[in-house]
């Protein structure tokens, strides 16, 4: 069992910076693909960037240029920098580890463990 604790999300205004942070347990979180995912009241929860063991990333369009994911794995921790923020990246976001399963990580079913989500909210 992995537990995955999230934090740094907050109230920030558009244009605005916030690093959220994931830390995971467990002993080899260097093989973990990492993800962020976000929900917005209403929708579904969606992807917006990952963090593969090898060094892959990727990212939703929306946040291309924007967000940034990176990851500590000294610390059992995966970041994500998100800068310029606007209005509709207002939701919950929610860390993801993946060991078990596979695909390419975009789907929330690709992944094992979630973490309990993190609130962000950008005011105009």
């Known amino acids: 069992q992995v537990q995955l604790a999230e934090s740094g999300g907050g109230l920030v205004q558009a244009g605005g910076s916030l690093r959220l942070s994931c830390t995971a347990s467990?002993?080899?979180?260097?093989?973990?693909?990492m993800g962020w995912f976000r929900q917005a009241p209403g929708k579904e929860r969606a992807f917006v960037a990952l963090?593969?063991?090898?060094?892959?990333?990727a990212y939703t369009d929306s946040v291309k240029g924007r967000f940034t994911i990176s990851r500590d794995n000294a610390k059992n921790t995966v970041y994500l920098q998100m800068n310029n923020l606007k209005p509709e990246d207002t939701a919950v976001y929610f860390c993801a580890a993946r060991i078990y399963k596979s695909g390419l990580g975009y789907r929330t079913s690709e992944y094992d463990y979630w973490g309990q989500g993190t609130q962000v909210a950008v005011s105009t």
């Open positions: 963090s593969g063991s090898g060094g892959r990333t």
């Open positions: 467990g002993r080899t979180f260097s093989t973990y693909t």
